[in-house]
């Protein structure tokens, strides 16, 4: 009996015990989650500079004018051909909504030729060997892709060819500069933080151009001018290096 008494004592003091030796323990050390990894933004502000090249067609319509004004036509044609150059602008990005402004030049080799309707001993060509584009952008980021509206002024190098068919020889010829219109439509994406490609699509608005000229030929001796009228499309891809803006990261709320 004695025996049995001493065994539970010895079991309650150790049940006792117990708590009293975890509330010993030392408390389980905090360790702070790391911060998550986040992805740059890409960021499209700054300056830039690259070069395009492709593919562009010149639509030409020819009309001779008398002293009177009446025009007669002399034909339409389209040509198309290739060009290559390069632009230079700057950007700047507000939330996902970037503005900027370009400067484009290209050299063309658009050059068409056909006979006159106003007598077929004659043929009338066309050329055109430069183009620039001063245009405004707006458009939309979704991080390293760009799609962007433009439009501006566009400016072209033209030449006019009146040919003698039975001898190809030129009986008259004008140089001129031409003014007109642009709008355009592009998408550039960013495949290195300061290295982007794209593709654009431009029209050009260039309306009628009407150039004197003197000719001795009896075949033109009624007319005194002549009016051109030249719409261009062109199509480019793009490749920009962007000085600076290496991307910020996303900013992190608690």
């Known amino acids: 009996m004695k025996k049995i008494l001493v065994a539970a004592v010895g079991m309650m003091a150790l049940g006792l015990s117990a708590p009293a030796s975890a509330a010993d323990l030392a408390a389980r050390p905090y360790t702070k989650a790391p911060p998550p990894v986040v992805a740059p933004i ?9 070069g395009n090249g492709g593919w562009a067609q010149n639509h030409n319509c020819v009309d001779f004018l008398d002293a009177a004004g009446v025009a007669v036509a002399s034909g339409c044609r389209d040509r198309s051909g290739g060009v290559i150059g390069g632009q230079l602008g700057y950007r700047w990005q507000a939330s996902q909504w970037v ?20 007598d077929a001993s004659l043929s009338t060509r066309t050329k ?5 584009l001063f245009t405004g952008q707006i458009g939309y980021a979704w991080n390293a892709s760009l799609f962007y509206v433009k439009g501006g002024a566009a400016v072209t190098d033209n030449r006019l060819s009146v040919i003698d068919n039975a001898f190809g020889t030129e009986l008259a010829a004008q140089s001129a500069t031409r ?8 998408y550039e994406y960013g495949f290195t933080p300061n290295w982007s490609v794209g593709v654009e699509y431009d029209h050009l608005f260039m309306g ?7 000719v001795a ?3 033109l001796a009624a007319f ?3 009016r051109i009228t030249q719409d261009v499309d062109m199509v480019t891809l793009r490749f920009n290096y962007r000085f600076g803006g290496y991307g910020a990261p996303i900013a992190a709320r608690y």
């Not at 503005?99 to 030729?113: C, I």
């Not at 055109?128 to 620039?132: E, H, L, R």
């Not at 003014?179 to 592009?186: H, L």
């Open 42 to 50: 890409y960021d499209w502000t700054g300056f830039y500079i690259g």
């Open 99 to 118: 503005f900027g402004l370009e400067a484009q030049g290209d050299w063309a080799d658009l050059s068409n030729q056909r006979v006159s309707l106003i």
């Open 128 to 132: 055109t060997s430069a183009i620039g």
């Open 179 to 186: 003014w007109g219109g642009v709008i355009g439509v592009g």
């Open 208 to 214: 009628h151009r009407n150039n004197s000229f003197t």
């Open 217 to 219: 030929d009896p075949r």
């Open 224 to 226: 005194v001018n002549d």
